[in-house]
């Protein structure tokens, strides 16, 4: 399972009653899925934002527009409209527990973190775990280097893995592995999956099989949009394809979560928000991180979520019908990977995240 975070910075007015060290967290709101924070920090600065996980799998959705109707509920916007925004940004955590452990070592590197699996489900805890796994792999360095040994992966699973497994991180995420279950198959399942999960210390779950992220996306029809008759649907699918426009967005609009007047100070457009105190950091002649693998898949792909799924709107649509990345915009969130709905083997997405340079990176987030 995948968290798929936005989040906007914005410096409180000052007559705020709201202090630091203020924490809100909130469940339920734009849609049932949905997290969402409030934290408050010295200087009148308050992150806020939402956390989409990956069970969320409708292409009709994009995370901005839901990220601004979040912070106009009335208990957050009583406080945040005469705000200004500060920063923006975007980026997912891949927090599927020991469901989503890749490798954790091999010849010169080892992975620790949210990352690398240490991340607990069942209670949502990353950070402890996240620090205890580096200083983890901090003393199996220092025992390689001082027995002078190269790190190979044999070695540094050895001297890293070994004091994980053995360690409390490897322990609670055993107990929080399926706590989760439940979540695909709907919310109500999902809670009562992770509290029996968490009464019986991870010995009880809710069975079945977890569907891989390219089972997980739902395929577009008209005939299945939430909150939309099919004959609107339709209607807007047509009008989109002539427009030239994202078809997400004029559904969110039927589906009751309307683009929104800009305001210029905190409500600003996707496009304005990801250029407030960011840099970019592609240097020309870097090969592009986000690769197609086959382009014909994309020609033919009716979903498109990689497109509405863009924190940093750097995926579009090409003239040929295709998709097109620009990795200036690119915040490095990962959305594009997860939300494929398309594979060219059974196995992988049609779109390859790449290591290297590039990407447009808030100054404050």
Not at 25 to 49: A, N, Q, W
Not at 334 to 344: D, E, K
């Amino acid at each position: 399972m995948l968290f798929r975070s936005v989040i906007e910075l914005p410096e409180l007015p000052k007559d705020s009653p709201l202090r630091p060290g203020v924490v809100w967290h909130t469940f339920g709101y734009p849609e049932p899925e949905i997290f969402g924070f409030l934290y408050v920090h010295p200087d009148r600065l308050v992150s806020v934002g939402i956390f989409i996980p990956s069970w969320m799998s409708d292409p009709s959705r994009t995370g901005y527009r839901y990220l601004q109707h979040y912070i106009q509920h009335p208990a957050l916007w009583r406080h945040l409209k005469d705000g200004t925004l500060r920063s923006w940004g975007a980026k997912s955590l891949q927090e599927s527990g020991k469901r989503g452990e890749p490798f954790l070592t091999g010849d010169g590197f080892a992975r620790i973190g949210e990352g690398s699996g240490s991340t607990n489900m069942l209670t949502g805890s990353g950070v402890d775990e996240a620090w205890t796994t580096g200083a983890q792999l901090a003393d199996a360095v220092v025992e390689l280097l001082r027995a002078d040994k190269p790190f190979t992966q044999q070695n540094l699973a050895a001297a890293y893995e070994t004091r994980r497994r053995a360690s409390w991180v490897e322990r609670e995420a055993e107990e929080a592995k399926n706590a989760r279950n439940g979540f695909h198959h709907g919310m109500v399942r999902g809670m009562m999956g992770m509290a029996l999960a968490g009464l019986s210390r991870g010995r009880l779950s809710l069975g079945g099989r977890v569907p891989s992220a390219l089972e997980q996306i739902r395929p577009f029809s008209t005939q299945k949009v939430a909150g939309v008759k099919p004959r609107e649907a339709k209607r807007l699918e047509h009008a989109a394809e002539v427009g030239g426009w994202p078809l997400h967005k004029a559904l969110l609009d039927a589906r009751g979560w309307p683009d929104f007047e800009f305001d210029g100070r905190l409500l600003v457009t996707h496009q304005d928000v990801l250029l407030l105190g960011g840099k970019v950091q592609a240097m020309p002649g870097f090969a592009d991180h986000v690769v197609v693998r086959d382009g014909k898949l994309c020609l033919v792909c009716a979903e498109k979520t990689c497109i509405a799924m863009c924190s940093g709107q750097a995926i579009t649509r090409d003239l040929a019908g295709g998709i097109a990345f620009e990795r200036e915009k690119c915040v490095h969130c990962g959305a594009c990977l997860w939300n494929c709905a398309h594979s060219p083997d059974g196995v992988h997405t049609n779109i390859e995240f790449r290591a290297g340079a590039g990407g447009l990176h808030s100054a404050e987030n």
